[in-house]
């Protein structure tokens, strides 16, 4: 089969690979991914730089002190036909987390917070690939969308466990910092959980417009203090910028005790300035809410996501993927191998 196989950060391949031999438990997946930028290397983002051992990834710019690079599969959001242990020919999408089962977290039901914790395109082989095995209870079946919607499905998992940790209540005002796919579908989330008012705030292009058809505002940075002077009852920030992170308390709303939500991929040495005089008085609540675990089903039952994905690529086209994607005026970019 051919693969997007990695050797080092920034530099890769399209190889001809074996297809993946499938274990008792698991099932063979014909592949299609949603772009995974920073896996190739272009930010040291790591999905879980805390919690992951390096000496167990198989991605080499996450473990520099290994002696000799290991290939690797990117892609970690996978849907594709053609799968054993169900019917032949299903639809199917992959939740690509896999926990230990074993470990303090994992005993206690917190499986986002095992100390074992590895992820198909980021620990272990992902889905820029023809071919790629998951584990048969990972997999969920798809319905009434298309093959590139579902991509759509894991940062939409993401994003309902972020709005479950929020708690959010009926006639609320949300703003959401950032207009990526994360950002988009946690404000079209906010809207459907009861917001009277959602408000996206990012540079103008083709996100913005995204925003417009979701049924939520976008507002410049100029307007925001000005329209919305005692700010928000809830703020997201999804941009992954530490800056814009440092900036987003200051678009809480005092009263009733606004809740930030802290939502995006970050350098692990970037560090925010909160006064934590301003927290206690205000009675701000800071929320944090890291990947999926056990919400896959809910966003499979929900995806309702059409137009976010603007562009589609071949396996061979992969480059260009990437390029698309750092243009930043684009929307959610599918692989299709």
Not at 228 to 244: K, L, M, R
Request: charge should be neutral.
């Amino acid at each position: 089969m051919k693969a997007i196989y990695y050797e080092k950060a920034g530099s890769f391949k399209l190889a001809t690979v074996p297809v993946p031999e499938v274990k008792p438990r698991e099932v063979l997946i014909k592949g299609l991914c949603g772009s995974d930028l920073h896996l190739h290397g272009e930010t040291n983002i790591v999905t879980n730089p805390v919690r992951i051992d390096p000496s167990r990834l198989i991605a080499p710019w996450n473990a520099p002190h290994l002696s000799e690079p290991l290939q690797f599969v990117p892609g970690h959001e996978v849907i594709g036909s053609a799968v054993t242990g169900f019917s032949k020919g299903d639809r199917v999408v992959a939740d690509p987390l896999v926990e230990c089962g074993h470990c303090f977290f994992c005993l206690r039901a917190e499986f986002v917070l095992c100390e074992n914790l590895s992820g198909h395109g980021v620990s272990i082989p992902g889905g820029f690939s023809q071919y790629v095995t998951f584990e048969a209870r990972k997999v969920f079946k798809i319905h009434n969308i298309s093959d590139e919607e579902a991509t759509l499905i894991e940062p939409t998992a993401c994003a309902i466990r972020g709005i479950d940790k929020l708690d959010v209540r009926l006639g609320v005002e949300a703003l959401v910092i950032g207009a990526g796919p994360a950002g988009l579908v946690l404000a079209q989330l906010l809207k459907l959980y009861g917001a009277t008012k959602v408000v996206v705030a990012a540079n103008k292009g083709t996100k913005t417009e995204l925003a417009r058809k979701l049924a939520a505002a976008d507002e410049s940075w100029e307007k925001l203090k000005k329209d919305h002077p005692y700010g928000f009852d809830v703020v997201v920030e999804a941009t992954g910028s530490a800056t814009v992170a440092n900036d987003a308390i200051n678009y809480v709303r005092r009263l009733g005790g606004g809740s930030l939500l802290v939502y995006s991929v970050y350098d692990p040495s970037a560090l925010v300035q909160w006064s934590p005089a301003k927290i206690f008085i205000d009675e701000i609540k800071i929320v944090g809410s890291f990947s999926q675990p056990n919400c896959f089903p809910r966003a499979v039952a929900y995806l309702d996501v059409k137009g976010l994905v603007t562009d589609v690529f071949k396996l061979s086209e992969y480059q260009q993927a990437l390029d698309k994607h750092k243009s930043r005026d684009v929307g959610k970019i599918a692989v299709r191998p």
